[in-house]
């Protein structure tokens, strides 16, 4: 695996197994209790993480399958994925979620679903970044939902940032039990 997943790979496998934590105190009914009406519960959110990566895992599955023909990411790309991480930060700034990405939510109820299957998507993404090959680091092979074209080392960047984004929720909740 290219040193530049790695590391990201790394960092956001912690952060998984952080944000699990900090929930696995909580009953399956707490899980599944939303802040108030409309809002989404915890097991929601983490729902959404997993369809936002595995998404993004299977588009990337199809892109790399092209990776030659694909153009390098340059100084354009990396102004969109710091304006992406910023946005993800702002504590007032909120996203509707890409409704392609609500559609193709499921949630799961209880932790051990929710464990189980971001730990599938993440062996998955973990065995794709280490078949691509070095040239292919840079390629836009990964397609965000309102940054647009991006490579594989911004994708992993914004799962960290995803998950940084939707952690304040969590906690809210967390301390609401």
């Known amino acids: 695996m290219h040193p530049a997943f790695q590391k990201l790979f790394t960092e956001i496998e912690s952060q998984r197994w952080k944000t699990l934590d900090s929930v696995r105190h909580l009953t399956e009914e707490q899980l599944n209790k939303p ?4 809002k989404w519960s915890i097991s929601q959110i983490l729902s959404h993480v997993i369809a936002a990566e595995r998404m993004s895992l299977h588009y990337i599955q199809k892109k790399v399958q092209g990776a030659e023909e694909a153009p390098n990411t340059g100084l354009w790309e990396e102004v969109k994925i710091n304006l992406l991480k910023v946005s993800q930060r702002l504590p007032g700034l909120k996203f509707k979620a890409p409704q392609r990405v609500v559609d193709n939510t499921i949630v799961y109820h209880n932790l051990t679903s929710i464990t189980k299957e971001w730990e599938n998507v993440r062996i998955e993404f973990k065995s794709l970044l280490e078949k691509i090959p ?10 965000h939902p309102r940054a647009g074209y991006l490579n594989v080392k911004h994708a992993l960047l914004f799962f960290r940032e995803h998950i940084i984004h939707h952690t304040p929720q969590i906690k809210k909740l967390v301390n609401q039990k």
């Open 35 to 38: 802040f108030a009406t409309g």
């Open 134 to 143: 070095d040239q292919y680091v840079n390629r836009r092979l990964y397609r």
